[in-house]
Each structure stands twice: as C-alpha cells, then as structure tokens.
C-alpha cells in the first residue's frame, strides 16, 4: 500500500517536472508553452494550426485561452471562435493548471495519454 502511494507520488511529481521547465517572460512564451502543452497532453483533438492561443498576463501567471481557428483550411463556421479551454501557466516555472479537464475547474495536467 505504501509502495503505491510512493508511486503515485512520483508521478504527479514527473508529470509537474514535464510541465513546468522553463521560466516564462513574455506572453509569446506563454503561447508557445500553451501549443506544446495542448499537443504533448493530448488537450485538443484539433490540429496546433487550428487552435488559437489568446494571453493575458496576470502578474504571476499566464492566463491562456485556447479557442478554435475557424478558417478554409481548418472548418468551421467563418466569425466564430469557440474557447475551447484555459491554461494558467506560472511564469516563474511554468507549473501549469487548465480547465481542459471539466470545463470548469482548474486541475494539474494529468500524464499524457500513451499512443
């Protein structure tokens, strides 16, 4: 009992070491973190050149917005860009929260989905 809960542990431990590598300074940074986020753990269905990814800097943080990029190439109803999601990604470590999970909370990534 004891060796799975030193298990578990180490995972979210690994799974946060993933997602929070890097500082993050400016919100070109916070998008481009958002964009390697969503592909690695699998956040959207939609290809990365179809997502677009909205910043807003909130002092600590990162608020990111994903919504999808509605275009000839990518589908969708021209004028209209759903959010998908949001992202806060701390700018010191890039430790990261989204509510790509429920649609309402913000939740720690959970480890990417194995292929």
Do not use: W
Request: net charge positive.
């Amino acid at each position: 009992m004891m060796h799975r809960a030193i298990i578990a542990a180490a995972l979210v431990v690994s799974t946060q070491a993933c997602a929070g590598q890097q500082t993050l300074a400016t919100g070109d940074d916070a998008a481009i973190r958002a964009s390697d986020i969503t592909r690695t753990y699998g956040l959207s269905k939609d290809k990365t050149e179809c997502l677009l990814f909205d910043t807003a800097d909130k002092g600590k943080y990162f608020l990111v917005r994903v919504r999808e990029n509605h275009s000839d190439t990518c589908g969708g109803a021209a004028g209209v860009s759903p959010t998908l999601f949001f992202l806060k990604i701390r700018k010191r470590d890039g430790y990261t929260v989204t509510t790509a999970y429920d649609g309402e909370h913000y939740l720690p990534l959970k480890p990417p989905a194995k292929d």
